[in-house]
C-alpha cells in the first residue's frame, strides 16, 4: 500500500456564498441527531428531556415514532411526559399525517429503520428528509453502527453486516448534534436490565461485549468531533474569520463494477470528510469493459448510487486507457488524492487492470495514490461472473462447422495437387470470418477445427490424427497463433463499434430533441415530439404530464395513443407527488422504488413544468445510471422547450392585453369627449332656461331647446353606435331581413340629418326605378346616417353633398360625395378600423366608430363599403348593397322576420 | 352671473357649435356683448381687434 499524505495550507476564503448559507437554513426545519454508540446509552431517555424542554417553551411536540421502550427509566418517562402521538400508518411512520399537523417539533426514535418495499420512501432518514423540508424541527436518535461511512468498520467490529444505514449526507445536514454516552460497565448492565425476552437477549449478547462497546463508543466520540470541527468551519466562514482552510484539493476513487469498489467508495468518503474536500467518484467506460451482463451492470449502478449518496459527484468517462483517463480527470479537478484498488488475486483477465494500477502510479506526478488491496471479506461475497463478450451463440458455431466441413470436401479431391502451405491458408478464411462475424470465442473454435481438419486430410500420415514430420506442429501453433490475434483483434473492433455506436445514439437523440424543439411554438406538438423521442431510446411507452389551469396536473401526452398508461390513480399520485417535490421518483431512484414506472421532474431552474413518467412494467430492469442520466438530460431539454413556449405565449397575452387596454383608452379618452360636449351643451342651457327664465325672448328660449335638442340627438346617435359596435364585437348583432325601398330609406335618413346639415347643401339623385333590396332597415339607415353626417362633418359649409344611386347588375349602390379635406390613400382602408382616425380629422371630434360600424353592418347584409376621393376634391363613400335574385320582380314582402347571423 | 348693463365684451372661443350657441344665447340674454371665433388662430385674431373686457 503506498501512502503519502500532504496536507496544502493555502488559503482559501468564501468556500460557499454565506448569504445562500442563510436562507438555506431559514427555510428548513432544523435537526437534531441524539448520537450514541448503542443502544441503552440513553438516547431516547436524552430526547425525551430536551422535548420536555421545549414544550416548557410553548412548542408544540409531537411524537412521531416511538419504539417499544425496552428500558425501564425511558418508559417511565415516555408515560410521565405524555407527547401527543399519531398512530401508525400500515405499521410506519404517518409522515403526510404529519405534515399536516404542523407541530413545531417532532420526535423520530432510530432513524435508520428501511421502510417496506411498498412504503412512499424506502428509508425512515428521507422521511425525515420530508418533514424537514416543510419547516418542521426534528429530533432524532441514532447509534453510531448505522453511519453509512463506518458500516465497513463497524461490521468488522461486531462481526456482522448492519444493514439499515444513514448516509453521511443527511447527518450532515443535522443542525446539532448531541452525544450521549455512558460507561461501558453501564451499558452492559443495562442492557442485562432491559426488558427484552431470552431469545432476543441471546442475539444480542454477542453485541453487548465490552471490546465492541469500547470501539463503537470511540467511533461515536470520534465522529462528533469531527462534526464540531465542521461546524466550526462553518462559523469561521459564516463570520469572515480566515483562517488557515485546507485546500480546494479533491479526494477521487476509481469505481469498477466489482462488490469490493463499495469499500473503496466508503474510504474515499472518510478520507474527503478528514480532508474537508469534495470527492469525485469515478467509472471509466471502456470498450472492453462494457458488457451486457446484467449483474455486473446492477453491481455497478449500486456503487455509484452508493456514492451519490455519500455525497460523491459522480463522473462517467469512455475512453479506451483507464489509466490515461483517469489521470486526465484527476488533473482538470485537481484531485490530489486517489484511491483504487488491487484485486487480490491476480487472474488472467485481470491482468490488464493490476497494470491500469500500475500505469497509473507511473504517471501520477504530484498525486498520491492509494492503493487498498481487496480484502478477503469483500472476495466472500458472491463475485460478478467473469465477463463474456457475448452470449454463446449455437448459430455461429454451426455455420462454422458447416463451412468447414463443405471446405474439407471441396478440398480433398485437390489435396494432393495444392501445395500444403495453400491448403493451410485456405483453412484461414473461415477463421478470419468467424472473427469478424462471431467474435473471439468463434474464431478459436474455427482455429481448432481447421487444425484437426488440416491434420486429419491433409497432413501425413492421412485420416489420422498423428503428425510424421514434427514441422507441422509448428505450422499448427502458428494457425493457432494467427487466428487468435485476428480473432481478438476482430472481436474488440466490433465491441468498440457497438458501444461508440451507443454512445453516439445518447448524443444523437439528445441533439435531434434539442434541434426539433427549438423549431416548435406550438405546445401539443412539442409534448408528442419529445414522448416520441423518449420512448425510443428508453425503449418503453412514456406519458408526459402538465398542469391545467387549476395547477391540476393532468396527462397530457403518451407514446401510445391507446394504451392506458398514465391513466391509473396510483400512476397520477406518484406523479404528483414528483411535480410537488421536484424529485426524480419510482423504479430505480429513492423514492417509491417499487412502483412500475419511473418519474423525472421537467424542471428548468426555477420552475417545474410537468412530469415524465417512463412506464418499466415489461422490462423488469432498473434503467442503467447512463440511461437515467439521459433520461433527465432530455428532461432538462423538454422543460426548457416548454418554458420557452409557455413564455411566447405569455408574451403574445401580454401583447393582446397591451392592445387592448391601448383600444381601451382611445375608447375612453373619445367617448368621454363625444358625451360630454352635448351633455354640457344641454345642462348648461337647461340650467340657463331655469334660472333666468325671465331675460330670455321667445326666439332664445326656442334656440335654446333647439340645442336641447341637437345634444340629445348627437349623445343618441353615439349610444346607437356604441350599442352597435359591441353587438358587432360580440356577434350579437341580427339583421331583421325585410324588403325595403332605397328611396325611403334615403328619406328618412335626410329628414335626420336635417337638424344638423347646418348649411350644406344635400343634393340627390335618384334613378327612375330602384329595385327592392332584403335587409335590415333601421341598421342601413344607421349605416347611411354615419355616413353622411361624416361628410357634413368634413366639410365646409355651403358645399354640395351629393347622394346618388345606382342599380347594377348585381348590386345597389348607394354614394355619398362630398367636397370636403379628403382622405389620404393610405387611410382609404383604415378609416373603417375600429378608433381609427385619420390625421387630417384629429381636431374634429368624433369616436373613431362610425365607419366600423357602418363597415360591420354593410358586410353582414354581404355587401361593401369603401371609399375613393371625389372627382374635384372631397371623399366619396360608395355602399354596395347586393341584389337578390328574387328582388327583381318585386314581389310580396315576406312579412315573417328572418335572423341571419 | 352678474348682469351689466354697461355692454362688457365676451370673445367666446370654442369649437363645439353647440356650446357656442348656447354661450350666445345665454350671455346675449344677460346684455353681453358677443363675438364668437372657432379656432385658436380666429380667437386671438379677434382678441387684438375687438379687446373683451
Not at chain 1, 34 to 48: E, P, Q, R
Not at chain 1, 744 to 772: C, S, T, W, Y
Not at chain 1, 840 to 849: E, I, K, S, W
Request: hydrophobic letters at 45%; aromatic letters at 6%; glycine letters at 6%.
Amino acid at each position: 500500500m503506498i501512502r503519502t499524505l500532504r496536507y496544502n495550507e493555502l488559503e482559501q476564503e468564501n468556500r460557499q456564498d454565506v448569504r445562500q448559507l442563510v436562507s438555506e437554513l431559514a427555510k428548513r426545519g432544523k435537526l437534531t441527531l441524539f448520537l450514541g454508540a448503542a443502544a441503552g446509552v440513553g438516547k431516547t431517555y436524552a430526547m425525551l428531556t430536551a422535548a420536555e424542554k421545549q414544550r416548557e417553551q410553548g412548542i408544540d411536540v409531537l411524537l412521531g415514532w416511538m419504539e417499544a421502550a425496552a428500558y425501564p427509566d425511558t418508559k417511565s418517562l415516555n408515560a410521565k411526559l405524555q407527547f401527543p402521538v399519531l398512530s401508525k400508518k400500515n405499521g410506519l411512520m404517518d409522515t403526510e399525517g404529519i405534515i399536516q399537523k404542523r407541530p413545531g417539533l417532532v420526535l423520530v426514535d432510530n432513524l435508520e429503520p428501511v421502510n417496506g418495499p411498498n412504503a412512499m420512501r424506502p428509508k425512515r432518514y428521507l422521511d425525515v428528509e420530508t418533514i424537514l423540508g416543510h419547516g418542521i424541527d426534528v429530533y432524532a436518535t441514532l447509534n453510531i453502527q448505522h453511519v453509512e461511512s463506518l458500516n465497513d468498520i463497524v461490521s468488522r467490529i461486531i462481526g456482522w453486516n448492519v444493514v439499515e444505514t444513514v448516509p453521511d449526507t443527511f447527518l450532515e445536514q443535522a443542525d446539532r448534534i448531541q452525544l450521549v454516552d455512558a460507561p461501558t460497565d453501564e451499558i452492559i448492565q443495562r442492557f442485562n436490565r432491559a426488558g427484552l425476552n431470552e431469545s432476543e437477549r441471546e442475539a444480542q449478547r454477542k453485541f453487548y461485549r465490552a471490546g465492541n462497546i469500547d470501539a463503537l463508543r470511540e467511533m461515536a466520540f470520534r465522529y462528533a468531533a469531527q462534526r464540531v470541527d465542521s461546524q466550526l468551519e462553518q462559523y469561521m466562514q459564516a463570520k469572515k474569520i480566515s483562517g488557515p482552510w485546507p485546500v480546494a484539493e479533491k479526494v477521487m476513487v476509481c469505481v469498477s463494477a466489482s462488490p469490493f469498489s463499495k469499500q473503496l467508495i466508503r474510504m474515499g468518503r472518510q478520507m474527503a470528510a478528514g480532508l474537508k474536500s469534495d470527492w469525485i467518484a469515478v467509472y471509466v467506460q471502456t470498450p472492453q469493459g462494457f458488457s451486457k451482463d446484467k449483474e455486473k451492470q446492477d453491481q455497478l449502478s449500486r456503487n455509484l448510487q452508493l456514492a451519490e449518496e455519500l455525497g460523491a459527484e459522480v463522473v462517467t468517462i469512455s475512453g479506451n486507457h483507464i489509466a490515461e483517463e483517469l489521470l486526465s480527470l484527476a488533473r482538470s479537478r485537481n484531485v490530489k488524492q486517489m484511491i483504487i484498488g488491487k484485486p487480490l488475486r491476480s487472474r488472467i483477465g485481470e491482468w490488464l487492470r493490476s497494470s491500469v494500477v500500475e500505469q497509473i502510479i507511473r504517471n501520477s506526478h504530484g498525486i498520491n495514490v492509494h492503493v487498498i488491496p481487496a480484502s478477503l471479506k469483500s472476495d466472500q461475497e458472491p463475485r460478478a461472473p467473469l465477463r463474456g463478450y457475448r452470449s454463446f451463440s449455437l448459430k455461429s458455431y454451426a455455420w462454422i462447422t458447416v463451412s468447414i466441413a463443405l471446405l474439407t470436401v471441396i478440398l480433398h479431391p485437390f489435396g494432393l495437387t495444392f501445395e500444403l502451405v495453400n491448403i493451410a491458408l485456405l483453412y484461414l478464411i473461415p477463421v478470419l470470418l468467424s472473427a469478424v462475424y462471431g467474435g473471439i470465442g468463434p474464431s478459436f473454435y474455427a482455429a481448432a477445427l481447421g487444425v484437426l481438419a488440416f491434420d486429419f486430410f491433409f497432413v501425413p500420415p492421412f485420416l489420422s490424427f498423428t503428425v510424421a514430420d514434427l514441422r507441422y506442429l509448428v505450422s499448427f501453433v502458428v494457425f493457432l497463433a494467427v487466428a487468435a490475434l485476428t480473432g481478438s483483434l476482430a472481436a474488440r473492433l466490433k465491441e468498440q463499434l457497438r458501444f461508440s455506436k451507443q454512445r453516439e445514439a445518447h448524443t444523437a437523440s439528445l441533439y435531434a430533441l434539442s434541434r426539433q424543439m427549438s423549431a416548435i411554438t406550438d405546445i401539443h406538438s412539442l409534448l408528442e415530439n419529445v414522448s416520441r423521442q423518449v420512448s425510443q431510446m428508453a425503449g418503453t411507452p412514456v406519458a408526459i404530464y402538465l398542469p391545467d389551469d387549476k395547477n391540476e396536473l393532468r396527462l397530457s401526452a403518451s407514446s401510445f395513443v391507446h394504451s392506458q398508461l398514465g391513466q391509473s390513480d396510483s400512476e397520477m399520485v406518484i406523479a404528483k407527488w414528483v411535480y410537488q417535490h421536484g424529485e426524480i421518483a419510482g423504479k430505480g431512484s429513492n423514492t417509491l422504488r417499487e412502483s412500475s414506472g419511473l418519474y423525472v421532474p421537467l424542471r428548468t431552474e426555477d420552475r417545474i413544468y410537468g412530469v415524465l413518467s417512463v412506464n418499466l412494467e415489461s422490462s423488469h430492469a432498473v434503467l442503467s445510471p447512463d440511461t437515467v442520466r439521459l433520461l433527465e438530460a432530455l428532461c432538462g431539454l423538454a422543460a426548457s422547450a416548454i418554458a420557452r413556449v409557455k413564455l411566447a405565449e405569455e408574451a403574445k397575452l401580454a401583447h393582446l392585453m397591451a392592445e387592448s387596454e391601448k383600444l381601451r383608452t382611445a375608447l375612453l379618452d373619445s367617448v368621454s369627449h363625444e358625451l360630454r360636449t352635448p351633455l354640457a351643451t344641454i345642462i348648461g342651457s337647461v340650467t340657463g332656461l331655469i334660472e333666468g327664465d325671465r331675460l330670455f325672448s321667445p326666439e332664445d328660449r326656442l334656440d335654446l331647446l333647439a340645442t336641447i335638442r341637437d345634444g340629445a340627438l348627437r349623445m343618441n346617435r353615439l349610444v346607437t353606435n356604441l350599442l352597435g359596435m359591441v353587438k358587432l364585437e360580440s356577434d350579437m348583432l341580427h339583421l331583421r331581413k325585410k324588403w325595403c325601398d332605397v328611396e325611403d330609406i334615403i328619406g328618412v335618413v335626410l329628414a335626420q340629418v336635417k337638424d344638423f346639415q347646418q348649411h350644406r347643401n344635400i343634393r340627390v339623385e335618384l334613378p327612375d326605378h330602384i329595385p327592392m333590396i332584403l335587409g335590415d332597415e333601421v341598421l342601413l339607415e344607421q349605416v347611411l346616417v354615419n355616413v353622411i353626417s361624416n361628410a357634413i362633418k368634413f366639410s365646409p359649409d355651403y358645399s354640395n353633398i351629393d347622394v346618388s344611386v345606382k342599380t347594377e347588375e348585381s348590386s345597389v349602390v348607394i354614394a355619398v360625395a362630398d367636397a370636403g379635406i379628403g382622405l389620404a390613400a393610405a387611410d382609404r382602408e383604415r378609416i373603417f378600423d375600429k378608433f381609427y382616425r385619420a390625421e387630417a380629422t384629429r381636431h374634429v371630434p368624433g369616436t373613431g366608430l362610425g365607419l366600423a360600424i357602418c363597415k360591420g353592418i354593410v358586410e353582414l347584409h354581404g355587401g361593401l363599403i369603401t371609399a375613393q376621393p371625389n372627382v374635384d376634391r372631397g371623399t366619396k363613400v360608395m355602399i354596395s348593397l347586393p341584389l337578390n335574385e328574387e328582388s327583381k320582380p318585386s314581389p310580396l314582402p315576406p312579412e315573417g322576420e328572418t335572423e341571419q347571423p | 352671473m352678474t348682469i351689466t348693463e354697461n355692454g362688457a365684451r365676451i370673445l367666446v372661443i370654442d369649437d363645439e357649435p353647440q356650446i357656442q350657441k348656447l354661450l350666445k344665447v345665454t350671455l346675449q340674454a344677460h346684455h353681453f356683448e358677443i363675438h364668437e371665433a372657432t379656432t385658436g388662430e380666429d380667437g386671438v385674431l379677434q382678441a387684438s381687434s375687438f379687446i373683451p373686457i
